[in-house]
Nanobody
Framework: QVQLVESGGGAVQPGGSLRLSCAAS????????MAWFRQAPGKERQFVSA????????RYADSVNYRFTIARDNAKSTVYLHMTSLKPEDTAIYFC???????????????????????????WGQGTQVTVSS
């Protein structure tokens, strides 16, 4: 039902900045929670950040807190990820996701659950590559 298209990825030097965008189709963007995940070669998909439907609540992984900022513009059906102070370990494919819930993260039974779990999201973009290197 919802199509997501990421853009804005590229190559940047350590300490640099980059802004990713995720454009959504349809007229129901304002009803979805949105999130960013990333996946580096040989590693599992990792939660980065999430924002609820009206933008009032945001969540960040510890590894990106204070460096990344998530925002949304419901009038433009777009969610953004502003990344600053980039590190080589931020190198990954970044995916945008949409879901109907914004449940608190919790770790139990050997895995994460809630908004930081990829299983919470119903729609995904194709991904955009971010490479941080000198």
């Amino acid at each position: 039902q919802v199509q997501l298209v990421e853009s804005g990825g590229g190559a940047v030097q350590p300490g640099g900045s980059l802004r990713l965008s995720c454009a959504a189709s349809g007229r129901t963007f304002g009803t979805y929670s949105m999130a960013w995940f990333r996946q580096a070669p040989g590693k599992e998909r990792q939660f980065v950040s999430a924002i609820n439907d009206d933008g009032a609540r945001t969540r960040y992984a510890d590894s990106v807190n204070y460096r990344f900022t998530i925002a949304r513009d419901n009038a433009k059906s777009t969610v953004y990820l502003h990344m600053t102070s980039l590190k080589p370990e931020d190198t990954a494919i970044y995916f945008c996701a949409a879901g109907s819930r914004f449940r608190t993260c919790a770790y139990y039974d050997g895995s994460w659950h809630g908004l930081c779990s990829s299983n919470e999201y119903d729609f995904w973009g194709q991904g955009t590559q971010v490479t941080v290197s000198s």
